[in-house]
């Protein structure tokens, strides 16, 4: 997943939401009758340029990631078909000829870590709330244990696979204009094991991926 601008990212869907009127749920259901994409907004993801489609396409995963976790339960494939076969016919002046899209949003859901309404500062205002995990109140900096307050939410976020860490984005949501602390700081959670590294960066393409490592 990635902490930063940009996220990607496999979140399983989240428990039965409760609370719903059954005439809510009645509504739920004549909406996803009508074009039959289960209640996900793909307007705003239709192509308005050239080779946007890799960009678009996992913004729209996680617009669908995010209306699942939001309804509680996963939309079934003929669904997803759907979505594809209206963003398609809709960004088509845009689109590569004979390029399969449908198979690359499957596997784009597949990577999701954080669904759209899941953002990094929604995971440090819940981390600021809790206390931080025991394994870092040997560290006298609050920050550094706050951030390690923040990797276990974006791990709750992320279920069980790993989520991306950007120095960068980090480094913002802190206040710090330089970009070593961050490092200096990930370091120290990695030394403490309340990091595991599980991929490593690509360079200006994507953050390192990291396993957040329970407490005992």
């Avoid at 930063?4 to 609370?19: I, K, M, N, Q, R």
């Avoid at 009645?26 to 994409?37: I, L, W």
């Avoid at 960009?55 to 594809?84: D, F, P």
Wanted: proline share 5%.
């Amino acid at each position: 997943m990635k902490l930063a601008e940009s996220w990607v990212e496999d979140t399983p869907a989240a428990t039965a939401l409760e609370g719903f009127h059954d005439e809510v749920e009645e509504h739920d259901e004549v909406d996803e009758a009508k074009d039959g994409c289960g209640g996900v907004g793909w307007q705003p993801y239709v192509l308005k340029k050239p080779h946007t489609s890799n960009k678009m396409l996992h913004e729209l995963a996680r617009e669908t990631r995010g209306v699942e976790k939001k309804r509680g339960k996963k939309l079934t494939g003929a669904q997803y078909k759907a979505i594809i076969d209206k963003w398609e016919s809709a960004s088509r002046p845009f689109l590569l000829v004979g390029h399969d899209y449908f198979t690359e949003f499957l596997a784009k859901l597949d990577c999701v870590t954080v669904p759209k309404g899941e953002t990094l500062q929604a995971a440090f205002e819940r981390a600021k709330r809790r206390e931080p995990p025991s394994k870092v109140l040997v560290i006298p900096n609050e920050q550094v244990r706050l951030l390690a307050g923040v990797c276990r939410e974006l791990q709750e976020m992320a279920g069980n696979q790993p989520f991306m860490l950007c120095q960068s984005s980090v480094a913002k949501l802190f206040g710090h204009s330089s970009h070593r602390n961050m490092s200096n700081w990930i370091r120290a959670l990695r030394t403490l094991k309340v990091l595991k590294p599980a991929e490593a960066a690509i360079p200006r393409a994507r953050a390192a991926r990291y396993f957040y490592v329970a407490s005992n």
